[in-house]
């Protein structure tokens, strides 16, 4: 079954993924998935996360 993956922060359509694999290659930690889509961070928000300063927990 394929699902669609959104940026969670933006919106933005990343891809379609398989969901079979999803399950097999155990998820990406980050990815919440509802109902068929999957919500995860685009790369470039990814980035702008990455480059916050409030990520203090590292
Ligand atoms: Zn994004």
Redesign the pocket.
Known sequence: MMILKL??????IIGEIELDDLTNNSADPIMDIVGNVAYA??P??LNDMEMAPRNIYH
């Open positions: 940026c969670h922060a933006c919106d933005r961070l685009c470039s928000c």
